[in-house]
């Protein structure tokens, strides 16, 4: 089990989350622009797309100077005269309100001027002004100030109202936002579109603290009164007709204008401005004013006030410190998984309400909660291999005191066998006669070496038949087959070993023949219950079997010691062998024996040297 992160690595992560989310919450709170705003743009236009394009309320039409007017007039701009009899086409069709979104300066030539302005006259009009902004705006305030003012004509405007048609673009030249009110040099003056509202309801319109109210209707707004635009599709989308149809036909039936806000405007070809949006990249200016209007017509304009920010910012810093606990409580991948459900689900949660018309950040939890969560996830890996690299060495120095099937056991679950177990097991005792003789010539050093070959030997027979070595007695040794987890063929492998190590050490033997003349491998075996625990005291410990079986096992080598044999094993062990293995073991003797200690005797298989190679080869 990998170490969890330190108290004091987890509080400092947590600290500069905080203060990193925080910072990036109280930035988006104030409104002041930053990086984040270029990457929510992505996401916002996504939204708007995956929503699709939505139905313009019928009150507003848009009537254009397109290419078809250029033409016939076969001039551009049109004079103001023709301008009048357009206006006055448009009050023939019945239009209730009309809103010029075009720049009508004084000019030299003010002939037509008066006639303009009479047209006007005889129903509620907005015309469009235009501010030059301030290219650095102080933090404290988000409403634009204007330096200066290009305003109609005094005799074009003297019947009708005027507004500033200026428009907040993002970075990559989409229109964000619709200010409400701007700080002119003459003092607050109210938007072309919020204006043009207020004459199509006949109602006066006032400013509240998040929002603006027209009569008894309220609509929310962003900081300082921007009004964030919600668009519903491309150009012609808001229902359009040629001024030129309107001229030539008057008040038809195709011309459909009576009690509507008429918004007059240019698309022609190279004279009139456009604007790219998520649905078009060259959507005509006069319909981002007209998307203005009708998101106030039909209460659509995007909600990004105060509150949506505040539950932003909210988000920001959760999703930052739970994905910050998840690093520090889980492991890495389910880390990851859970910080990427929270992000997605925040990524739903904005979907579905812009749906519902509240523009929530998508970026600002992003960038909020990567850096820290990502950051954390490095010392975690860093951690972590430190911690396997020095899990690694000790698994390796365990595994030097204890058999490599115990020592892995013991590395992955400390708790092993703290608690004493019972469970069936095979239990093999070795003994190497002439062993004392031999290491009197030896000497210290020697016997050493011959001791370590010889354990090494016991050890590659044992593993290769799936047993332990639980413990090694000098020139004996205890194997356990079904230690730490018992398996059906334990008995079979444990008979198999008992014949391989006899075997395998006398070839070593051979090997050394000098030296060694005179030693022999005694082998004795009985399968039954043992209990597994720690024996020890509390700071030094081992692994072990107790019980009769062991006990069995262990006399059994005075057994093949009385009656000149290899290897002893018990009738039990041989029957729980042959139970598994299709060939029975040919068994050349059996005795009953007492085992001393115990009071029921015992049948016992013995085995000398030449039968102990036909049972192996057999097996």
Known sequence: MKPKLSRWILLTALAAGLIWSGLLAFIHLTGSASILDRFETVFLDLKIVVAGERSPPSEVVIVAIDDQTVSREGQFPLPRNRLADLIGAIETAGAKAIAIDILLPTTSDSSHDTDLGEALKNFPSVIAAVG???????????????????????????????????????????????????????????????????????????????????????????????????????????????????????????????????????????????????????????????????????????????????????????????????????????????????????????????????????????????????????????LDRRWARQHQIAKQELARFHAPKLAERIAGDPAFLLKPREQMVAVLFIDLSGYTGLSEQLGPAATRDFLKEFHTVVVNVASANSGVVLDFMGDGAMLGFGIPDPASSDPLNACRCAFQLVEQVHDWLAFKSSMSKGCRLRVGGHVGQAVLSRLGHEQQQQITATGDCVNVASRLLEVAKHHGALVALSSDLIAAAENISPKSLTVPRRETEDIRGRQKSLNVGLWKSHEVLLSSKRL
Request: charged content about 15%; glycine content about 8%; overall charge negative.
């Open 132 to 382: 030059s902004l301030e290219d650095a705006l102080p933090l404290e305030s988000s409403v634009p100030v204007v330096e200066t003012v290009m305003v109609p004509a005094a005799r074009v405007s003297r019947f009708s109202e005027t507004g500033l048609a200026n428009i907040v673009t993002d970075t990559g030249g989409t229109p964000r936002h619709i200010p409400h009110l701007f700080l002119t040099p003459e003092g607050l003056k109210p938007s072309f579109s919020l204006q043009a509202y207020s004459q199509f309801k006949g109602e006066p319109h006032t400013f509240a603290a998040n929002g603006v109210r027209i009569g008894d209707q309220f609509r929310a707004t962003d900081l300082g009164w921007h009004m964030p635009l919600n668009y519903y599709g491309p150009a012609g989308t808001i229902p359009t007709l040629s001024a030129t149809v309107l001229m030539e036909n008057g008040s038809t039936p195709e011309v459909r204008l009576r009690d509507r806000l008429v918004v007059l405007g240019v698309t022609a070809t190279a004279v009139g401005d456009r604007f790219s949006t998520p649905f078009d990249p060259v959507l005509p200016g006069v319909e981002i004013q007209a998307t203005g209007l009708a998101n106030l017509l039909d209460q659509s304009a995007l909600i990004r006030g105060p509150e949506t920010r505040s539950l932003d910012g909210l988000a920001a810093v959760s999703i930052t410190l739970l994905g910050l606990l998840a690093v520090a409580y889980f492991s890495l991948a389910q880390a990851s998984f859970i910080y990427l459900v929270l992000l997605t689900v925040w990524l739903v949660f904005t979907a579905a309400a812009f749906t519902h018309g509240h523009w929530l950040n998508s970026a600002l939890p992003l960038a909020a909660s990567l850096p820290p969560v990502a950051g954390l996830i490095f010392v975690r890996q860093i």
